[in-house]
């Protein structure tokens, strides 16, 4: 880190950076109140090819570096008694990048899922478009859904080939289908239809809406990301690459949200 002194400037020591950080980050902890830790967390997890470009690396090695801090950021979830975690790993307009580009970050996510699986502590659950996936997607997502649908540890909603339009489209054509196959004509449905017949066709239905947004990288929108279920969600935006996300943004995030009094309209 490049401090001033006295009109002077000086490295200080890469061990003293990290004593630190971690002092510091060890401070933010203690004053985090546990009872206002946000239950569902949603990340869009943005930069990894700015991060990439920035420290002289591939677009691959960048999206590799941001799988590999998915894993970081679980144990921190953990440590703070997050329940849902969604990860938005892939959207659908993701999909229409270059062959090149788009086929090494399906293999990355790929082993990325596989690794959540195989840790033994989450449940993993698909949300998106599964058409939209290649088949060794597919069954990659599947399986690793099937595989930790016993687990007790974080529920980890995977984003890939996902986009907010495209999920409420989704359920909507899915309510169609469910009340057409009961024989309910559409001016009955269109007399009865509330909220909750939409989001109980949603990609997470059954589970709690996001009470905290995160995204990285210095962009302030959403993107399309759970249109629906963000409709109240508190939005933290961390201006850092994904791939650099540290505990202590996550901390500064939690106690960010802490700080804020939620009125859902009222």
Not at 10 to 21: E, S
Not at 107 to 114: C, P, T
Not at 175 to 200: M, N, P, S, W, Y
Request: include cysteine.
């Amino acid at each position: 880190m490049l401090q001033s002194s006295r009109g002077r400037t000086r490295w200080y020591p890469r061990w003293l950076r990290r004593l630190v950080y971690r002092l510091y980050a060890h401070r933010v902890e203690g004053r985090l109140d546990h009872e206002q830790v946000p239950k569902h967390i949603g990340v869009i997890l943005d930069g990894n090819r700015r991060w990439a470009r920035a420290s002289g690396g591939t677009t691959e090695q960048g999206h590799q570096a941001g799988a590999e801090k998915i894993r970081e950021l679980l144990g921190w979830c953990a440590e703070t008694d997050v329940e849902v975690v969604t990860l938005w790993l892939l959207s659908t307009d993701n999909l229409n990048r270059p062959a090149e580009e788009l086929v090494p970050l399906l293999g990355i996510i790929e082993d990325a899922v596989r690794d959540l699986a195989a840790d033994g502590r989450w449940r993993v659950h698909h949300v998106g478009t599964l058409d939209l996936l290649p088949d060794h997607t597919q069954r990659v997502l599947k399986e690793a859904e099937q595989s930790t649908r016993d687990n007790t540890g974080i529920l980890v909603n995977v984003a890939v080939g996902y986009g907010g339009r495209q999920e409420i489209v989704d359920a909507v054509r899915s309510l169609l289908a469910e009340r057409a196959a009961r024989g309910t004509t559409l001016e009955e449905l269109a007399e009865d239809l509330d909220l909750e017949d939409i989001a109980e066709h949603l990609y997470t239905r059954g589970q709690p809406d996001p009470d905290l947004v995160i995204r990285t990288s210095g962009e302030q929108r959403l993107s399309g990301f759970m249109l629906w279920q963000s409709a109240h969600s508190e939005y933290y935006f961390c201006d850092v690459f994904w791939p650099a996300f540290r505990k202590v943004d996550f901390l500064r995030a939690l106690r960010d949200y802490a700080a804020r009094h939620r009125r859902y309209g009222t």
